[in-house]
């Protein structure tokens, strides 16, 4: 299909989320894609500790469903065509990762770089705003042109789905400075944190220690490459660090963020990565004061996403961590799945094989 050909409306599988515990995969219709758009044909979705969050309870952190939502934000597969001849970016063909966000590009946040924190963001699968933007879990879906990167040469689309948690996850440790060097402390060992695991030893980290409640999440970092890992409920594991340079909290939970705290050297900087629940999270606060400890936010990312790509293509190391890829019929096993962190680290969705070259 050449450029600017009008593509017929047509329904493709795709997982909707209705309310708490309401998954649906039904067909769901795909307009063709108007000027500065791109179609793409979706290969792999990664099922997010967000997705899950929507499925769950309905909502992640102060975002709440108010209409049926497309979930995803974690997909890679092939341009099928854009919506004008003059629209700039990969050819047809082209197997590409999408960028989740577009950012407004006038808000203070913009105008400061900081992108990722756009107030007028529209960010693929999310509630945050109204009407919400649907995301990416749909066999066909149409994106603005610019979000399309193309992967780098080699680099397998099952690898290239991790490209937007480790996004997240290189933004979180260029959040707590310079890891070169140093030992990282890393509460939480899901995707995120696993891929936080990956990011600090690529920067330079000399040690990571990581703690999580579960044996097998500690072997899925491990393979990310974790030098020590720690039961998070055993205060007498040999493992447990006397200090550390820098922490990241990826597991979401208060407990790890007071781990964090009183963990991290004089000075030290801890990075708050995990959503903590809605409302008040209690943690030892004086420990700010009397330490002049740092604590910061990371939140999403922005021009990581390219280093993403070429960081997976450079390390097949990356693959353990996909636990398991599922047909997108089977919406309902994979997020069963991807819950459980007894079975799984990274889950993806299979959304068919990638159309032929046009």
Same mark, same amino acid.
């Given at each position: 299909?050449?450029?600017?050909?009008?593509?017929?409306?047509?329904?493709?599988?795709?997982?909707?989320?209705?309310?708490?515990?309401?998954?649906?995969?039904?067909?769901?219709?795909?307009?063709?894609?108007?000027?500065?758009?791109?179609?793409?044909?979706?290969?792999?979705?990664?099922?997010?500790?967000?997705?899950?969050?929507?499925?769950?309870?309905?909502?992640?952190?102060?975002?709440?469903?108010?209409?049926?939502?497309?979930?995803?934000?974690?997909?890679?597969?092939?341009?099928?065509?854009?919506?004008?001849?003059?629209?700039?970016?990969?050819?047809?063909?082209?197997?590409?990762?999408?960028?989740?966000?577009?950012?407004?590009?006038?808000?203070?946040?913009?105008?400061?770089?900081?992108?990722?924190?756009?107030?007028?963001?529209?960010?693929?699968?999310?509630?945050?705003?109204?009407?919400?933007?649907?995301?990416?879990?749909?066999?066909?879906?149409?994106?603005?042109?610019?979000?399309?990167?193309? /992967? @780098? +040469?080699? %680099?397998?689309?099952? &690898? =290239? *789905?991790? $490209?937007?948690? !480790?996004?997240? #996850?290189?933004?979180?440790?260029?959040?707590?400075?310079?890891?070169?060097?140093?030992?990282?402390?890393?509460?939480?060992?899901?995707?995120?944190?696993?891929?936080?695991?990956?990011?600090?030893?690529?920067?330079?980290?000399?040690?990571?220690?990581?703690?999580?409640? /579960? @044996? +097998?999440? %500690?072997?899925?970092? &491990? =393979? *990310?490459? $974790?030098?020590? !890992?720690?039961? #998070?409920?055993?205060?007498?594991?040999?493992?447990?660090?006397?200090?550390?340079?820098?922490?990241?909290?990826?597991?979401?939970?208060?407990?790890?963020?007071?781990?964090?705290?009183?963990?991290?050297?004089?000075?030290?900087?801890?990075?708050?990565?995990?959503?903590?629940? @809605?409302?008040?999270?209690?943690?030892?606060?004086?420990?700010?004061?009397?330490?002049?400890?740092?604590?910061?936010?990371?939140?999403?990312?922005?021009?990581?996403?390219?280093?993403?790509?070429?960081?997976?293509?450079?390390?097949?190391?990356?693959?353990?961590?996909?636990?398991?890829?599922?047909?997108?019929?089977?919406?309902?096993?994979?997020?069963?799945?991807?819950?459980?962190?007894?079975?799984?680290?990274?889950?993806?969705?299979?959304?068919?094989?990638?159309?032929?070259?046009?």
């Amino acid at each position: 299909m050449s450029a600017g050909e009008r593509v017929p409306e047509e329904f493709v599988p795709g997982c909707v989320i209705h309310g708490a515990g309401d998954l649906r995969v039904t067909d769901v219709p795909v307009r063709p894609p108007g000027p500065g758009e791109a179609l793409v044909a979706v290969r792999y979705g990664g099922v997010c500790g967000s997705d899950l969050h929507y499925w769950r309870h309905g909502g992640v952190g102060d975002f709440h469903l108010r209409e049926p939502m497309l979930l995803g934000h974690e997909v890679v597969g092939t341009v099928v065509a854009y919506g004008s001849p003059d629209t700039p970016g990969p050819a047809a063909g082209t197997s590409v990762a999408v960028h989740p966000a577009t950012p407004c590009g006038v808000c203070p946040e913009c105008v400061d770089r900081r992108r990722n924190v756009c107030r007028d963001t529209r960010y693929l699968g999310s509630a945050a705003r109204f009407p919400h933007v649907q995301g990416g879990f749909a066999a066909r879906i149409v994106v603005p042109a610019g979000q399309l990167r193309p /992967l @780098p +040469a080699g %680099l397998d689309p099952r &690898r =290239a *789905a991790l $490209a937007e948690p !480790l996004s997240v #996850a290189l933004h979180a440790v260029r959040r707590a400075g310079d890891p070169a060097g140093r030992h990282v402390l890393v509460t939480g060992a899901g995707p995120i944190g696993c891929l936080v695991v990956a990011a600090a030893k690529a920067a330079g980290a000399a040690h990571v220690t990581v703690t999580d409640l /579960l @044996p +097998a999440a %500690l072997e899925y970092a &491990r =393979a *990310a490459g $974790a030098d020590t !890992l720690v039961r #998070a409920d055993d205060p007498d594991d040999a493992g447990w660090p006397v200090e550390v340079d820098t922490a990241v909290e990826a597991s979401g939970v208060a407990a790890g963020l007071d781990t964090c705290l009183r963990l991290v050297r004089r000075g030290g900087v801890v990075v708050q990565l995990g959503m903590l629940p @809605p409302g008040q999270s209690p943690f030892a606060g004086n420990l700010l004061v009397s330490r002049e400890t740092e604590l910061r936010g990371a939140f999403r990312f922005d021009g990581e996403f390219d280093d993403a790509l070429r960081l997976l293509a450079a390390e097949p190391a990356f693959d353990a961590l996909v636990s398991a890829v599922v047909p997108v019929r089977d919406a309902a096993s994979a997020f069963e799945l991807a819950a459980d962190r007894s079975r799984s680290c990274k889950v993806l969705l299979d959304f068919g094989a990638a159309p032929a070259a046009v």
